[in-house]
Structures are given as C-alpha cells and as structure tokens.
C-alpha cells in the first residue's frame, strides 16, 4: 500500500469514526428530547382536562385516572386505576415518572373544584415515537462520511504529493542527476523541500569538486610518470648518460611523493582517527621550531628566515598540526622567495604569520588561495609550485583546531599568511605546551637565522 492510501485510509477511518459517534450522540440526544416533549405534551393535556372538568357537573367527586393514546384520553379501571393511584402522590398538582406493576409509567395529577384528574402514558419511549428523527440522523451522518472520505483524499494528496516528489527526487539524486524539487508555502514540508534543494546543490557541487579534483590529480600524477619513463627509455637505450637522466628522475620521483603525501594528508582529514588537541600552546615555540627545521633549505636557497614575535603569544590549538601547518607555509613562502629576500614567522597572542618578499599573489587570487590546485593551475607557468594541496591542508588543520587562516597582499609586495586561533582565557595558568628555553643563537638575525 502506497504512502498516499495509507494516509487517506488512516484520516478517513478517523473521520468516519467521529461521524459514526456524532450521529450514536445525536439519537441519545434525541431520545432525550423526545422524553421530555412526552412529558409536557402530557402535561398540557392535564391542564386543559383539568380546565374542562373544573366546570359544574364536569366531574363527580373523587379521582379520575385517565390513560393518553395518540388518539384521546382513555379512563383506567378500578383496578388499573387504584394501582397508579397508590403509586403517586395523594394530592396537588403534581407529574413524573412512576413505577406501576413493574412498568415506567408518565402521570400528571391536576386537581379540580369537583374532583383530581390524573393522566398517564407508558414511561418506555416507543420506536415509532424517534424513527423519524433516526432516518434525518444517518443520512445526516453519512452525507458526513462522504464529505470527510472527500476531505481526506485531498488531505492524503496534499500531504503526500510533496513527499513522493521528494522520493522520487532522491532517486534521481542517488542516480547522479542535480535535482531541485517545488516549493509551496511555508509549512514543514516546505521547509524539508528547501533543506532537500540545498542538499543536492551542496552534493552537485561536491560531485563537481571531486570531479575536478580526480582530473587535477590524474593530470598531475601523469606529468611526472610521462617524465619518468621518458627518461628510463633514453637512459636505457643509451640516448643520454645516468648523470643527465638520474637527476631529473629523482625530482620528478620527489614530485610525486610529495604529492602522494598531501593526497594521504587530506584522507585522513575526515576518519575518526583523525583528532586534534586543543590545549595552550606558546606560538614562539612553534615559531622557532619551524625556523630551525627550514634553516638548511634557506641557507641553500640564500633566503634570510627568521622568527620574531611579542612577549606573549599563547593560543589553544594542537602543537604538532600547528607545527605541521606552519611548516607548509614557510615551505611555500621559501619556494617562491628569490634569493636575497626574507621569509619571517612572527608570533602573536592568537596568531602566527608567515611572511614573504616573493612574487604575491593578485588581489583577486587571495579568497581562492585555499582552494585545491587554484595557484596550482594559476602560476604553474610563470613560477615554482608545489603539489597544489598543501595550502588546502594547512586550511583543514587550522579549521579542525577552531580557528581560521587567511592570506593577505602587503602593500610593500610579498605575502602574508596568517593563522588565527582563540586564545586562553584569562588568568589561567595551564603548561603550555612546547614552551622551552629558546636553543643558543635564538635572538639574533642573520641570513637563514632566526630571531624570537
């Protein structure tokens, strides 16, 4: 059974359900109501008896027991007569229901100058009395029934309609397809239309990017093996020497590494196993052991490194993914510095930049910097460039620790990346962690030195 027929069954039974009681309510109601009319039907009949006996010679003396039919007053015998007498009261006007050999028996007693006339009917209400009103009742409540059937089919399709769309939808969506649903109204089924639309827009535009990413991996996988197998063949037909091809095999096979590296990295981004701390941290420290980590490559490359900061720079994060993400931008900034010029780390309270004389980066590159092979496919052509992903995660390692990064172009040329996290609070004095006695050198600044 559909959605659509289960929910009309479910409202119309409901439905039907209410009518059926109404209608069992209304005949007690009219039963009811027909008792009592009985009852002063009788009592006006009394009346005027009672109006028509009080003339002289209407009535001899004593009481006179009459039983009411649909027709005109009957008078009881002296037996029936005595047996209602003795079960209602002796004098006065009075009327209700009394019990007469067993039965529920309707009087009324008017009291005359010549004598009390006293009228009876059956207490039990009669069938013939209320089977009128019972054919007005269900015809009554079954033109209810029809109409609440009629209402809860439309009920069912309006209710159901949406979500049928919404099904066929997501099998559209689990299929590959880009699917934006109808919205009406602003009800909660609106509301889930709206959540469903920018679900498979968000899906689409993962489905984009992992497309994208796919082609930018496979191109660049593809572009060092081409040279590697060049190479071999030419080194193994004797077309040029091993000191010719070796070198550019072993670049191109460190190229590939580094990239089979950040691919790994990014992996491991969403897996569970993959945590991070968030404990006071002193950023002088990272600083300084960035700087000596990077002090041999910037002494070949003739490129001044240095770290400078203030007096307290404390931040929460996690001291080896924040050493992981600095290093990747002092690599960069090393990369792309000519030699001569100068990459400095300086560390702050909550933040850790890192800064280059380099070529830069346009204005409109800066929002994009993060992205997966944007400067990648921008500046391949003109400069030297990494893997393409090692911005991308310095962006996820500084976003699993809470804080954000952000590239900057200084007016004075270069760039300048800077990391920010949330700092402790006040007042506390928790380790921190990585603080330690700065290592002898640490405070001057020299070529490919370092100073804190």
Known sequence: MTLRRRVFAYVAAAAIASCALTVGVG???????????????????????????????????????????TRRPRRLGP??????????????????????????????????????????????????EWRPFLGSLLLAGLGGALLAGLCSYLLARRLTRP??????????????????VPIEGNDELAQLGRSFNRMSAELERAREGQRSFLESVSHELKTPLTSIRG??????????????????????????????????????????????AREPVDLR????????????????????????????ARALGDPDRLLQATSNLVENALRLTPAGGQVTVRADAG????????????????????????????????????????????????????????AAAPSDGGTEFTIRLKEPEPGTREPLVGDATPEPGVGGSSRSGDRL
């Open 27 to 69: 005949i007690l109601l009219v039963r009811h109501r027909v008792a009592a009319q009985r009852m002063a039907a009788l009592e006006r009949q009394a009346d005027l008896l009672a109006s028509a006996g009080g003339a002289p010679g209407a009535l001899g003396a004593g009481q006179h027991v009459y039983a009411v039919n």
């Open 79 to 128: 037996v029936r007569a005595a047996a209602v007498l003795a079960a209602i009261p002796s004098s006065g006007n009075v009327e209700g229901t009394v019990n007469v050999r067993g039965r529920p028996v309707l009087y009324a007693a008017r009291a005359t100058p010549a004598g009390r006339i006293v009228l009876v009917r059956p207490g039990q209400l009669a069938f013939s």
């Open 163 to 180: 979500i049928g769309e919404l099904s066929t939808a997501t099998t559209r969506v689990a299929g590959g397809e880009a699917v934006e």
């Open 231 to 276: 190479y071999a063949e030419a080194l193994g037909d004797g077309a040029i020497s091993a000191s010719e091809g070796g070198p550019v095999i072993a670049s191109e096979a460190g190229r590939l590494e580094r990239l089979v590296r950040d691919l790994l990295d990014l992996a491991r981004f969403g897996r569970a196993e993959f945590t991070v």
């Open 285 to 312: 420290t990272i600083a300084a052991q960035v700087v000596e980590r990077h002090r041999p490559q910037a002494r070949d490359l003739s490129v001044e490194l240095q770290a400078t900061g203030a007096s307290e």
């Open 351 to 406: 933040s850790l930049t890192v800064l280059d004389t380099g070529p830069g980066l346009a204005p409109a590159d800066l929002p994009r910097a993060f992205e997966r092979f944007y400067l990648y496919d921008r500046y391949r052509s003109e400069r030297a460039v990494g893997s393409g992903l090692g911005l991308t995660i310095v962006a996820a390692l500084v976003q699993a620790m809470g804080g954000t990064v952000e």
